[in-house]
């Protein structure tokens, strides 16, 4: 009964989400106002409904109800009560379920936070929000209903994949479809903006929360599911270049890219056209992202199932938004007049510079991910495009990103002067070459590239904390003063200070890996123990166990230096006997931010294990930068400029002023 | 009125001289990355073959290949420390494939495989990395697709353990 309600409740979200993408746009052509006003209190009623039914499905897991195919065919009566509940969104039709779930959440965020937005403006974003959510219900409810039932019943569920029964699924694919569709929101503004033909500073003040929102749950996704990868597939890597990592990757640039132009755009009211664009073309990566993972189109070891059917379907939806987005773009577009003016060298460059470099490694990303794709439709040939592309085109793309990195806080806006600011950027130019000299010493200069990248590393880290210091005062401030003013600084430039630092500690962690990790690949037999970076790694004997739904070999190892134990440390192979699978639980042992990563293999007839163990020197750095740059996002969301004041009326003022000069010049 | 107006015009002639300045080097940094991108595909990608498409220049150019196919039921034989050797068959030709590492928790006999590497100059292709993603219905898409439109070539129907997608 419970399961038809569920569906029955999904079905009225449909129903009442077309009602709301209906009514309040009819109001909006005639003026009604109480028709435009209902889109606030429709939005917050789907997005009740999708969560009563996302509920009902989450209960027949919890209760274990086989007479649902869902449950039947991804779940299992003896597995953990959380893993039955995070399993809901480990296949298909409960991860879209999920998807609809949160973009409705942040339709019901915009109705209930945007009371200060303009109604008209208010209401064509609810209505555009409503479309997405009206088209992705109707997908659910006719290729991938998650209610449908079985009959007969199952006696018994065939399980979750094994390797998403970890801690990794609770937080990655929820954290990332919050970034990815919390990106709805700013296309939808964009999209109302158009409608309306009015974008101006507050419209950057409008999206930029947003923006800076899902930009932090897509960075959180990215980095938890990173980590995630590293420490289960027991491969050692930490990005594979997999065409669903690769669809992530495409709006977090283009996000990251959105989040500088819409500071261009409410700080200096310049850059309409492109952040309006930038809105757009990131939402259109979300959506493409969601058709590449859902479709199956491409070989990944995320994609669940494959259905044609849906593939299509998806394709058809995110050919229907982008295309009609892009084409209200091009009618718009030209109607909407730039005024921030600025010279060459000046903040606004930077970010302009920052954008076109984002972008451009968006797209090498995105050629990379649909080529073999569109060889094999033109040729039939099959090829794969991994590692040693991305490594290349991003590498060559993030290395005159990062050098200018430091430089665009330290200009002023409209005008800047190099000069000064390389001036004071002598401490972060110092620690890079020392960090450079350093490293090749250590290495005896064999490692020039390595080291270079992270003297590179070290020019972002320092050069975010120059801009804190030289905001702090001059030369002969004293230290007290230069406390209070740090305290005093707007958590905006703290936000500044600690995304740019986050950069540079992942590319320290990527580059220390990259140029100075060590690995051993070998038999070893109980007793035996292994050389690697200066510790000895001792294999001690394995054990076996079973556990609630799978069967554990344990593999115990100490780290020892000179004799003295510095610790223990446990990997183990499990053996899932619903499956018939196997997964892989690697050994992590913490140095510092450096890591022990020991991957068990086979056993052999002597009773000897093969083991791969890696030596990975500051592989940590890598999603600590990651934590930094959301750290960095929620000080910029929390900023107390942000807060104060209602954004409409004030900002139109002076922009409308400033345009006047040029207007004047233009008319003259 | 004159001054204003040459003033005027200066600035105009300005402010078009810098336009077409930044419109010719955003061109100059779009022809950039377009080449980047080509050079690094062609430099880059790597083939996707089965044992029956190897061809001679394959073995000889060290290329970055994917080879797909089953693994063959027997062939899987562990020698000194992690390394490992086994044939990957298409059921028409095989080939011998080395690789030193941990194989993956779904590397099975006689089950599908994609391993990444290239050919030695003995002509044994050695992986740096070996890909197993199914259970038992699934076989990774590139190679059912392959070896489907092979035996549509030979017309042969032989095929065990036939490839098939899972069900929905």
């Known amino acids: 009964m419970i399961i038809e309600c569920g569906h029955f409740l999904l079905i009225l979200a449909l129903a009442v989400s077309l009602y709301q993408a209906v009514v309040p746009l009819i109001g909006w052509f005639c003026g009604d106002i109480i028709a435009m006003r209902s889109a606030r209190f429709t939005a917050i009623m789907v997005f009740a409904l999708v969560a009563l039914s996302y509920a009902a499905l989450t209960y027949a897991y919890v209760i274990s109800d086989f007479s649902v195919m869902n449950v039947a065919q991804n779940s299992h009566s003896e597995k953990p009560l959380f893993f039955k509940i995070t399993g809901v969104w480990g296949n298909h039709e409960g991860s879209m379920l999920l998807w609809v779930l949160i973009l409705t959440f942040f339709s019901a965020l915009v109705a209930v936070f945007g009371k200060n937005l303009p109604l008209n403006l208010a209401a064509l974003v609810l209505v555009c929000q409503s479309f997405i959510a009206g088209a992705f219900l109707a997908f659910i409810l006719f290729t991938s209903n998650p209610f449908a039932r079985l009959l007969p019943p199952a006696l018994q569920g065939r399980d979750l994949n094994p390797v998403l029964q970890d801690v990794g699924l609770a937080l990655h694919p929820p954290m990332l479809y919050l970034g990815y569709v919390g990106f709805s929101v700013c296309f939808s503004f964009a999209i109302a903006a158009l409608l309306c033909g009015r974008v101006d500073a507050a419209f950057g003040r409008w999206v930029r929360p947003w923006a800076l929102l899902s930009w932090f749950c897509l960075t959180w996704g990215i980095t938890a599911g990173s980590y995630w990868a590293y420490y289960e597939l027991g491969w050692g890597g930490y990005w594979f270049w997999d065409p669903v990592e690769n669809a992530s990757l495409m709006p977090w640039l283009s996000g990251t890219a959105l989040l500088h132009s819409a500071l261009v755009l409410e700080k200096r009211s310049a850059l309409k056209i492109w952040t309006v664009l930038l809105a757009i073309i990131t939402f259109s990566f979300s959506l493409l992202g969601t058709f590449l993972v859902r479709s199956g189109i491409l070989t990944s070891v995320h994609s669940f199932a494959t259905d044609p059917a849906r593939g299509l379907a998806i394709l058809a939806i995110l050919g229907f938004f982008i295309g009609c987005a892009l084409l209200l773009f091009a009618f718009r577009a030209p109607a909407i007049k730039n005024s921030g003016l600025f010279r060459p060298v000046s903040r606004e460059s930077a970010l302009i510079l920052n954008n076109l470099f984002l972008m451009a490694a968006a797209a090498t990303v995105l050629a990379g991910t649909l080529y073999p794709l569109l060889v094999e439709s033109l040729t039939g040939e099959k090829i794969s495009v991994g590692a040693p592309f991305f490594n290349l085109t991003i590498g060559a793309l993030f290395l005159p990103l990062l050098l200018i990195v430091p430089f665009g806080p330290l200009l002023g806006w409209k005008r800047g002067d190099i000069a000064a600011a390389a001036e004071r950027l002598w401490l972060a130019f110092a620690a890079a070459i020392a960090a450079f000299a350093l490293t090749l010493y250590l290495d005896h200069g064999k490692a020039v590239l390595a080291a270079a990248g992270i003297g590179l590393a070290f020019w972002a880290i320092f050069g975010a904390l120059t801009d804190l210091i030289s905001k702090s005062g001059g030369w002969k401030t004293p230290l007290s003063a230069r406390a209070r003013r740090l305290k005093n600084l707007p958590a905006a430039f703290w936000g500044t200070a600690f995304a740019h630092m986050g950069l540079g500690v992942s590319l320290f962690g990527i580059i220390a890996v990259a140029g100075f990790e060590q690995e051993y690949i070998g038999n070893l037999a109980p007793g035996q123990a292994v050389d690697l970076a200066g510790n000895k790694v001792v294999f001690d004997g394995y054990k076996s166990e079973n556990r609630d739904n799978f069967q554990e070999n344990r593999l115990y190892f100490t780290i020892k230096h000179q004799g003295k134990i510095l610790g223990q440390v446990t990997a183990s192979r499990r053996f899932f006997p619903s499956q018939n699978a196997q997964t892989t639980e690697t050994g992590l042992f913490n140095r510092g931010f450096s890591q022990y990563y020991i991957a068990p293999g086979d056993y052999n007839k002597d009773g000897s294990a093969v083991l791969h163990i890696w030596w990975k020197p500051n592989v940590l750095c890598i999603w600590l930068g990651g934590l930094l740059m959301m750290t960095g996002a929620v000080l910029s969301l929390a900023d107390r400029r942000r807060q104060r004041g209602a954004p409409a009326g004030k900002k139109v003022k002076p922009a409308a002023g400033a345009n006047l000069p040029e207007r004047v010049a233009r008319e003259a | ?168």
Not at chain 2, 61 to 81: A, D
Not at chain 2, 112 to 127: K, L, M, P, S, T
Not at chain 2, 129 to 141: C, W
């Open chain 2, 1 to 168: 009125m004159q001054a204003p107006q040459t003033s005027l015009n200066l600035y105009l002639k300005r402010r078009r001289r810098r336009r077409i300045i930044i419109i010719i080097s955003g061109l100059c940094f779009m022809v950039v990355i377009v080449a980047l991108i080509f050079y690094a595909l062609q430099d880059k990608a790597g083939f996707f073959r089965i044992p029956s498409d190897i061809t001679a220049a394959d073995k000889i150019s060290h290329r970055l290949l994917r080879l797909g196919g089953y693994v063959e039921n027997g062939s899987v034989k562990r020698e000194t420390g992690a390394n490992i050797r086994f044939y990957v068959t298409d059921f028409h030709h095989k080939q011998e494939v080395r690789f030193n590492g941990i194989l993956p928790d779904l590397f099975r006999e006689g089950q599908g495989v994609i391993a990444e590497g290239r050919f030695a100059d003995n002509g044994v292709f050695i992986a740096d990395r070996v890909l197993a993603k199914h259970d038992e219905k699934y076989v990774p898409k590139d190679v059912a697709d392959r070896i489907k439109a092979a035996e549509g070539r030979e017309t042969k129907n032989s095929l065990p353990g036939r490839a098939v997608l899972p069900d929905k």
